[in-house]
């Protein structure tokens, strides 16, 4: 049997501006078990305010005094995690209700088994504060090739509107009986591209950082394939790509300091074995903004956050910069 170890993500999920905004999310996330990637800190602790999504029952709002969280997690995906609360002193876990795979640490966090766990009697604000719990998930070490081509049927399929608890972490607030919110993020292995041997090739020119690029793939291998990934500096291998009949067939390339590229209608591809589609990268599309700063002290903060929106960006491989003019008016009176 084959096993691969997915330590990390490529992920695309919905950021909340602050931990009181998080009413309620579902998160989904692909990731290619054969790929290393850094993973992204926001990935590491999940953000679930106690309270409800329900009328006069949210974060903060007047409502119950205490919630009940039921927690489902998936142990082909996690081994567990680390469920750490902000807003709650040792004494107020101590008088806390678990049932299941959990338990308090000396750390003042619950480490979290899998399957189903109950964490009764969470009061709904502590000093006129939302407590909020932090969820770090932790990864299995492997995924065996069943559990891989199950996931791949999975993504291709779309299952962001599961509700049979598969695939990640849920986690559900419940006022008695009644279920108030719902936190969910799920993660589905997809094929992963590339191999050894005589094959088909994707050829990356004018990588200008020389960074390992996110290449997204419409093509045909028998049946039509979507969103394949494989990443690259340069070329990678690509198997068999068969001449795209019926199917659609897209290249699309995400890289640092470079624009991100399309390119729909891609004809390189024939069912013999051999060919290299060469994807020639643009420069980095730069978007002039005129900045107008009416209060003198404030300069720096537009100018640090500028600095912060590219760094931003450019991680995430938009292909797009902000070249920014900064004009100080504070001393006009006009």
């Known amino acids: 049997m084959r096993y691969f170890r997915p330590l990390v993500f490529s992920a695309v999920l919905l950021l909340v501006p602050s931990t009181t905004m998080a009413i309620h999310w579902d998160l989904f996330y692909r990731f290619c078990p054969e790929e290393f990637i850094e993973i992204p800190g926001f990935l590491e602790d999940i953000p679930i305010p106690v309270g409800c999504e329900v009328i006069d029952c949210c974060p903060g709002c007047p409502g119950p005094p205490f919630i009940d969280w039921r927690i489902n997690i998936d142990k082909?995906?996690?081994?567990g995690a680390t469920l750490r609360f902000e807003g709650l002193t040792q004494k107020h876990l101590a008088q806390l209700q678990i049932k299941g795979?959990?338990?308090?640490?000396?750390?003042?966090?619950?480490?979290?088994?899998?399957?189903?766990?109950?964490?009764?009697g969470?009061?709904?604000?502590m000093d006129g504060k939302v407590p909020v719990g932090f969820v770090t998930p932790k990864a299995v070490d492997k995924f065996d090739a069943a559990t891989q081509e199950s996931d791949a049927d999975k993504s291709s399929a779309?299952?962001?509107?599961e509700a049979d608890g598969s695939g990640g972490i849920d986690i559900s607030q419940y006022v008695g009986n009644f279920r108030v919110n719902s936190f969910r993020s799920r993660y589905y292995a997809i094929p992963c591209r590339g191999g050894t041997g005589s094959e088909d090739r994707l050829r990356l020119t004018n990588n200008t950082s020389g960074d390992t690029a996110i290449a997204m793939l419409d093509d045909r291998t028998g049946a039509c394939n979507n969103d394949l990934f494989t990443r690259t500096a340069g070329t990678a291998g690509m198997g068999n790509i068969l001449s795209n009949g019926s199917c659609?067939?897209?290249?699309?390339?995400?890289?640092?300091d470079n624009a991100m590229s399309?390119?729909?209608?891609?004809?390189?591809?024939?069912?013999?074995?051999?060919?290299?589609?060469?994807?020639?990268?643009?420069?980095?599309i730069t978007v002039p903004v005129s900045v107008w700063v009416a209060n003198n002290a404030q300069l720096v903060v537009a100018q640090n956050d500028f600095a912060n929106a590219n760094l931003l960006y450019n991680q995430n491989n938009t292909g797009i910069q902000f070249n920014p003019t900064f004009n100080d008016v504070s001393g006009n009176a006009a």
């Not at 969470?122 to 604000?125: D, V």
């Not at 390189?268 to 994807?279: E, K, R």
């Open 248 to 256: 659609r067939s897209t290249v699309s390339v995400f890289s640092d």
């Open 262 to 284: 399309y390119e729909p209608n891609v004809t390189t591809w024939t069912d013999a074995i051999g060919d290299t589609h060469t994807v020639n990268l643009q420069p980095i």
């Open 101 to 120: 795979d959990a338990k308090i640490t000396d750390k003042g966090e619950i480490a979290l088994g899998t399957g189903e766990i109950r964490i009764s």
């Open 122 to 125: 969470l009061p709904a604000e």
């Open 76 to 79: 082909t995906r996690f081994q």
């Open 158 to 161: 779309d299952n962001r509107n």
